[in-house]
């Protein structure tokens, strides 16, 4: 689908002011769910002998409807859907939803009939096979055959738009309590002819959506969805996805190391964080998210702030940040003075602050407090603050302290949150009254601070310049299979400026003490034709006389008849593992891992779409828990981080140069030497064409 059929035209489809409901019980449901929401166009049942339904005239073909539709619901089965399309689009109808299943997701037979749809419905757009459809709270419109939770936007209002690939999870979302204002609800189901980022474009222009979230099982279009990114950063639309397949990585045992390392969703994972859509794990997380970024909109940083009046609360707020991004940065002496005025002796003034229940009720101290926190300029601020059961008791105490909060948050602008240890404790109707003051209502702490950290992660994507385009995926070639032996892959390594250590092939003893002389000492000896030479015994290290040497090319000459001597490289300070694999979707895809014998066994690692400048490299060696080394640890060098840049940058060269045949390449470990000395490719793997594992 990458590239097909852009700049089909939704405006009709997503919001129509005519509807053709086409089939039985399903499209009965259709017609009940538009009155019930208050659909104000025409809605005109299709069925071949009801007279009527639901009180509405019934036209027996589409060939009779009194006009166009601008959207259909084709609720029959599969079989007469493709005839039904054909008979939309010769009628002009803006597109439909194709609710039946057994298309491609059956097998041949019904990626057959697929085709056949797609054929029949040309640039009409169809969305799915095999989904429910499409939900718009703004103007009314449920081609959804089923219930839901949704309710109709009030005139002027704002909302999220989800866009799923499964119906059953977004009927779920629709029932959410968590005053999330929805605009769209979509379903992409089989995306037969229109894909997830075609949809989402669309939806971005909807001047009605403040941010969109996605349910992602695949990528539909890499370039469709680097212009949903860019177009959303030029809207100030954030989007958040949630995408699944983590548990799903191709951890198999490979021909590298970083096949093992970089698996189909580890690329994913890259490719959001470069476009700047925000990741999230779980559905209550996404939700919240949306409710953020629709109140706030992206976050300029990761520092927040956090106020209770329980120690209790402050506890578990720091507690919930450890091991986060985001983090509570100290008051300064200034910033607590005003503070602790309000305060008293008695109370600790800190970030959480625990403002104590000595200013409860009390709604000048209150506005006070809050103030002197919220002039502290974090990026976010947090008040913790559960409802009373309604049922049993009292707010009224707690609408002051909302009320004191939100005139703080207008004086100071401060992008800000009330936030529930337990969902249960906001309401709907609570939730709907702080986003009224433009109060962010979230349920959950944990969920919070992801969603503080999703918000974030937009805001600084959007502070930097839009990312290169992902470097266009080409199939490798498969009749050129070649897997060269360390010294070739070495030699080629070093034409695109990548440092090498001096050596020679040895194919007799006669040629060793020339080698060695020619080297210097110390030297390494490796058995050329073995691809993880560690595990069978390989390698031989730190040599210093020509006696060890001539001892262990007996011993490695039992494992190969070509023997490898090279220089030791001394002096290193950090082992990395950069390695390219190639993805279905994203083509070569770079890894950049602690390295060494233990690689697998620690799981450093990170993952990066090509091409990527020097600062996303420098960002991602950051991010290993090794980056410690490179600043110097506990007294030893530091390590050349420049030479590793740039050596890292010599390996992108080197796939743009085989990107039509390369299949795998590993450096591990690539050797950083002290600041000056430059990073060393101590060993080489590179696989060309479709080649073996063995």
């Not at 009409?124 to 839901?148: K, R, T």
């Not at 990395?576 to 694999?581: E, F, K, N």
Request: with cysteine; net charge negative; aromatic share 6%.
């Amino acid at each position: 689908m990458e590239g097909e059929g852009r700049g089909r035209n939704f405006d009709r489809l997503l919001r129509p002011k005519s509807i053709a409901v086409i089939g039985g019980r399903q499209a009965k449901a259709v017609v009940e769910q538009c009155i019930a929401l208050g659909f104000a166009g025409e809605i005109w049942p299709v069925h071949p002998s009801k007279q009527e339904i639901c009180g509405l005239k019934a036209y027996k073909t589409i060939e009779a409807l009194p006009s166009s539709p601008d959207a259909a619901f084709i609720g029959i089965n599969r079989q007469h859907t493709v005839a039904i399309v054909e008979a939309l689009r010769r009628r002009n109808a803006g597109g439909a939803i194709c609710y039946a299943s057994g298309f491609s997701e059956t097998g041949s037979t019904g990626a057959d009939l697929q085709c056949a749809l797609v054929t029949a419905a040309g640039h009409m757009p169809i969305i799915g096979p095999n989904c429910y459809g499409l939900l718009n709270y703004a103007d009314g419109v449920a081609l959804w055959p089923d219930q839901h939770g949704g309710g109709r936007l009030a005139a002027g209002q704002k909302g999220v738009a989800i866009l799923t690939q499964s119906s059953n999870i977004a009927i779920n979302m629709t029932m959410q309590k968590r005053g999330l204002p929805v605009s769209y609800v979509l379903t992409a189901g089989n995306q037969a002819q229109t894909g997830l980022s075609e949809i989402a474009l669309s939806l971005l222009e909807d001047e009605r959506v403040s941010a969109l979230g996605l349910h992602i099982e695949g990528f539909d279009s890499i370039s469709g969805f680097e212009a949903v990114a860019k177009r959303a950063r030029a809207l100030k639309k954030p989007v958040v996805a949630m995408k699944i397949g983590r548990s799903l990585q191709a951890r198999h045992a490979s021909f590298t190391h970083t096949a093992s390392l970089a698996g189909s969703d580890a690329a994913a994972e890259a490719f959001l964080k470069r476009l700047g859509i925000a990741r999230v794990k779980t559905i209550p997380t996404f939700l919240e998210t949306l409710k953020l970024l629709h109140v706030t909109g992206p976050l300029g940083g990761f520092s927040i702030s956090s106020m209770s009046c329980s120690g209790g609360e402050a506890s578990l707020m720091a507690d919930a940040c450890f091991g986060r991004k985001v983090f509570f940065p100290p008051l300064p002496a200034a910033q607590k003075r005003p503070i602790e005025a309000q305060l008293g002796a008695l109370v600790t003034v800190d970030n959480p602050l625990d403002y104590h229940t000595y200013i409860w009720g009390n709604r000048d101290r209150l506005e006070t407090t809050f103030t002197g926190m919220l002039n502290a300029g974090f990026d976010f601020n947090c008040l913790v603050l559960d409802f009373p059961r309604p049922d049993r008791c009292s707010a009224q105490d707690w609408w002051i302290t909302v009320d004191a909060f939100e005139t703080a948050c207008r004086k100071t602008g401060a992008k800000s949150a009330i936030v529930s240890t337990l969902p249960e404790n906001l309401s709907e109707d609570q939730a709907s009254d702080l986003i009224a003051r433009n109060i962010a209502p979230m349920c959950g702490i944990d969920e919070t601070l992801e969603a503080i950290e999703a918000a974030a992660t937009i805001g600084q994507a959007w502070a930097k310049p839009s990312p290169a385009a992902v470097m266009a995926s080409s199939r490798v070639n498969c009749s050129n299979n070649h897997v060269p032996d360390e010294a070739e892959a070495k030699i080629l390594l070093s034409r695109c400026g990548i440092k090498i250590p001096t050596g020679q092939k040895l194919r007799g003893t006669d040629e060793i003490a020339a080698a060695v002389e020619k080297i210097g000492f110390p030297v390494v000896l490796k058995a050329l034709g073995i691809a993880h030479k560690s595990e069978h015994n390989a390698v031989r290290l730190n040599l210093g006389d020509i006696k060890a040497v001539r001892k262990a090319t007996a011993e490695l000459k039992e494992l190969s008849e070509e023997i490898y001597v090279e220089a030791m490289i001394e002096h290193g300070v950090v082992e990395l593992l950069v390695g390219l694999v190639r993805d279905d979707q994203f083509g070569l895809v770079m890894t950049i891992a602690t390295g060494g014998t233990m690689v697998e066994v620690l799981q450093d690692s990170q993952t990066m779409l090509l091409p990527s400048n020097d600062e996303e490299i420098e960002q991602a060696l950051r991010a290993l828990k090794g980056s410690v080394f490179f600043d110097g640890f506990r007294g030893s060098d530091k390590a050349d981080l420049p030479a590793a840049i740039a050596t890292i940058k010599a390996v992108q060269e080197f796939a743009a140069l085989n990107a039509g045949q390369l299949s795998e390449l590993d450096i591990n470990p690539l050797i950083v030497c002290a600041h000056g000395c430059g990073a060393v490719a101590a060993d080489a793997l590179i696989k060309f064409g479709s080649g073996n594992n063995e």
